[in-house]
């Protein structure tokens, strides 16, 4: 049965992306799941502003939808709110909670914790037996889709795994990392399952729940040997910190 997601008025008119996504496909949209629905909130929400939400259609609902596109509740996710200190608040958004996730699972050296250990079981080896190098500008993947346009998948990493102190790659996996509940879109499970009987491909779902949806920071300029700065930002002593 088809997930049917309506484009509210409201919706297409605050973000552009929104609507012309809806003059090119119509403001009925036939989908797969709501997991496809909320990812294609997600990217609309990534290309325009206000963010856009699905929202779910009561069950008695007289237009016969699944669910609707409607904008998200206001956050501050550009413009922070200011504490009595200075402190400046902002709220986490989906784009930023999708970075988090590919960070986590990326990290920012070799052999990171999570494909590492995955690796080690995957080859029944000790985990320091072997060595994760991560790749993190992978090449996209393309495949004819059934409709006859290219079907195209992103990777966001490709993980290769060798002996510690070796040369010949005992396995290799592409790797695409979902926050939270996103689902994947049909243009990338069709790019997926094209490579999948060839190479090894690993959706890593991270779960970002217990952090937080707010973030506070405070910006010093360090003060050198002039009397002021001509931002007017506070000058601060490296011996202060």
């Not at 003059?23 to 909130?41: G, I, N, P, Q, T």
């Not at 960070?103 to 037996?129: K, W």
């Not at 993190?136 to 992103?154: F, I, K, L, M, Y």
């Not at 070796?166 to 790019?191: F, H, I, P, T």
Request: proline share 5%; hydrophobic share 40%; aromatic share 4%.
């Amino acid at each position: 049965m088809p997930y049917v997601l309506s484009i509210k008025e409201s919706a297409a008119r605050r973000n552009a992306a929104v609507g012309e996504y809806a003059a090119e496909y119509d403001r009925r949209v036939r989908l797969d799941s709501r997991a496809e629905a909320e990812a294609l909130a997600d990217r609309l929400s990534a290309a325009g502003e206000p963010p856009v939400r699905v929202q779910r259609a009561a069950p008695n609902d007289a237009d016969d939808v699944s669910a609707y596109l409607v904008p998200a509740p206001d956050r501050r996710v550009r413009e922070p709110a200011v504490t009595d200190d200075g402190t400046l608040l902002f709220d986490v958004g989906a784009n930023l909670y999708g970075a988090l996730g590919e960070a986590l699972v990326v990290g920012t050296g070799d052999s990171p914790p999570l494909l590492a250990h995955y690796a080690a079981r995957d080859l029944e080896l000790p985990q320091e037996a072997i060595e994760v190098r991560v790749e993190a500008d992978a090449d996209a993947v393309a495949a004819p889709s059934g409709g006859g346009d290219a079907a195209r998948w992103q990777p966001d990493c490709v993980a290769t795994v060798r002996r510690s102190g070796g040369d010949a790659v005992l396995a290799e996996y592409r790797c695409e990392v979902k926050a939270g509940d996103a689902g994947l879109e049909r243009s990338q499970r069709a790019a997926m399952g094209s490579v999948a009987d060839d190479v090894t491909v690993l959706v890593v779902r991270v779960s970002l729940a217990d952090l937080p949806d707010r973030y506070a920071a405070t910006v010093e300029e360090i003060a050198g040997r002039g009397e002021s700065a001509a931002s007017g930002a506070r000058r601060t002593r490296l011996d202060e910190f």
